[in-house]
């Protein structure tokens, strides 16, 4: 799927001869690059996406969206997660688990070295799940579902990256379902005793709220609890929006924080926000038919990120 | 690029602080190194079409542009977003190349990183 959106993507590049104008770019030569491990396609997993997470040891967690040893995913194998070791100078392969029915959306790491994703597809009903990849000291990750979407007002299909709290809470959002219009919703997971998860939907985005709807990308917190994040769409003029959730005695509410106008400020941001001391720094917005060429949103796993204009292509 | 900051009123202000041209798409988050530089990839553009790992650092009120490295197809195509481990090194991915005659969605593509960033 994403090697097919990569095609997409350098084609309407090579089409329309977009070229890069930067009277400053400079190169520079004190960095030194290497590939550190190669996906050379056949039976593996292969076509490595998103971002990697690093664990206290240097570990490197990443998934991939092309193979794996079950030949679903129109044939190409729905992806994985692998792990990269250091190793001396070298680096130890691992692919820790293969995926069935979808490409999973990048990972988060918590303080005992457990991996949390999504998949936009599969899971009990169709609509997606909340997985967990927990270590085993046998040596074979244990995938555990911690929650599957049902298509309806528990949200449909998320398609982004997870948030965890001090709590071992999960936040996220779904791109469809929700109550209100099938617009998509902000939720919370939290673990139970017995090994269940069960689910909040603090957020049903609608048509009437002006914060906007479809949401591409996850949710994150500031300092004080709030969260943030970006719509694909919005009432007032599709282009989407940053948003923010705030809690009150009642729930969760949300207020619009920006609304694009798919000016030169850009439109259809696909990537959270973060925060930083200052404010807030967010990830690029991509116009629909590149995210939907691509890989879908973009993750923030640091802590500042900056927004890349759009560049419009017609 | 651009940023929102809050004005300290509740309300948040626009800043473009990095113009692209019509170039190739930048559609992956940036992220701080611990310098405080900003360092982000892009795909497309004459000069490097399977995609950049470019740098911004923070000059007075300005940002000044650089580029880290260039993908050629054989050394990985299309990097995703990278990130800073503790040593301060990059790591990222690239979807597809990086392996001579594997077609774009034959399961190819590559990890790098970049020391000294």
């Not at chain 2, 050629?72 to 299309?78: A, L, P, R, V």
Request: net charge negative; glycine share 14%.
């Amino acid at each position: 799927m994403a090697a097919r959106g990569y095609s997409l993507v350098h084609n309407r590049i090579t089409t329309i001869a977009l070229l890069l104008i930067s009277t400053t770019a400079l190169p520079v030569s004190a960095q030194s690059f290497s590939i550190i491990h190669h996906f050379r396609g056949g039976a593996s997993a292969g076509n490595p996406a998103f971002q990697l997470v690093e664990d206290t040891a240097g570990n490197l967690y990443g998934t991939t969206s092309w193979g794996g040893a079950v030949r679903q995913c129109q044939g190409n194998g729905c992806g994985g997660v692998y792990r990269l070791s250091p190793n001396g100078n070298q680096w130890t392969y691992t692919e820790l688990y293969d995926f069935h029915a979808a490409a999973p959306y990048n990972l988060i790491l918590d303080a005992e070295g457990n991996l949390y994703g999504a998949l936009s597809g599969g899971g009990t009903y169709g609509a997606g799940l909340v997985f967990e990849l927990s270590p085993t000291s046998a040596g074979p990750w244990t995938f555990t579902p911690l929650y599957s979407f049902t298509g309806g007002s528990d949200g449909s299909l998320p398609a982004a990256v997870l948030t965890l709290d001090a709590e071992g809470n999960l936040y996220g959002t779904t791109r469809y379902g929700g109550d209100s219009a099938n617009l998509g919703i902000v939720f919370e997971l939290s673990p139970q005793p017995g090994g269940v998860w069960t689910e909040q939907v603090l957020w049903d985005f609608t048509f009437r709220s002006n914060a906007g709807y479809n949401p591409n990308a996850g949710v994150v917190f500031d300092p004080q609890g709030n969260l943030y994040g970006t719509t694909d769409q919005a009432a007032a003029n599709g282009n989407g929006t940053v948003y923010k959730l705030t809690k009150g005695a009642s729930g969760w509410t949300a207020t619009l924080l920006y609304q694009f106008t798919d000016g030169t400020d850009g439109a259809d941001p696909e990537a959270p926000v973060a925060i930083d001391a200052a404010g807030i720094c967010m990830a690029p917005p991509l116009r629909e038919e590149i995210r939907r060429a691509h890989l879908g949103p973009a993750p923030c796993m640091s802590c500042r990120l900056t927004a890349t204009e759009t560049i419009h292509s017609r | 690029m651009y940023e929102l900051s809050p004005d300290g009123n509740g309300n948040y202000s626009f800043q473009v602080i990095h113009i692209f041209g019509k170039t190739g798409q930048s559609y992956y988050p940036v992220v701080l190194d611990p310098s405080g530089n900003l360092i982000g990839v892009a795909f497309g553009g004459s000069a490097d079409p399977a995609g950049f790992v470019f740098k911004l650092t923070h000059s007075g009120s300005a940002w000044d542009y650089s580029l880290l490295h260039g993908f050629d197809g054989n050394n990985g195509f299309g990097p995703n977003a990278v990130m800073v481990a503790a040593s301060g090194n990059l790591f990222g991915v690239t979807n597809a190349g990086g392996v001579a005659g594997c077609s774009n969605d034959s399961g190819c593509g590559v990890v790098f990183e970049l020391t000294n960033p």
